[in-house]
């Protein structure tokens, strides 16, 4: 089990988050999932998962890249550190273009049920990122 937990984490890294594919996110997310980190006033269910990584992320960084550096699971759980990264050619959550190549480093963990996402919890460093681009 824990290993086939890792294996979905690592599909939805690479599928939805590095791809954009609608159909992956569909088949990985439960319906009623939650991410515990969404910020006040985002959705923090499937709709607000999926708007974040294919309006948000990937027209800032079409050229978006994740990389897993670390796995560890435990049970129904897995955590993963991971750095998604690219060159941002769009306006990133309110930040014009800088057309520099940004890392956004990540700590997550994520429940998994039935070989799909069911909660969310995550450290992102895209807040640091935000305000350092801002300045520029």
């Given at each position: 089990m824990i290993e086939n937990n890792k294996?979905?984490?690592r599909r939805f890294n690479q599928e939805v988050i590095g791809q954009g594919n609608v159909d992956s996110f569909n088949a990985l997310m439960d319906e009623n999932f939650i991410n515990r980190s969404a910020p006040a006033g985002m959705d923090?269910?499937?709709q607000g998962m999926i708007w974040f990584f294919?309006?948000?992320?990937r027209p800032a960084i079409p050229d978006l890249k994740v990389i897993i550096h670390d796995?560890?699971?435990?049970?129904d759980m897995v955590t993963t550190r991971k750095t998604i990264s690219g060159k941002q050619t769009?306006?990133?959550l309110g930040v014009p273009a800088t057309g520099q190549t940004i890392s956004i480093e990540v700590i997550d963990m994520v429940r998994i049920k039935?070989?799909?996402y069911v909660e969310h919890w995550g450290i992102t460093t895209?807040?640091?990122l935000l305000a350092t681009l801002a300045k520029a």
């Open positions: 294996a979905v984490v923090n269910g499937p294919n309006e948000a992320l796995q560890v699971a435990e049970g769009g306006q990133l039935d070989g799909r895209l807040p640091e």
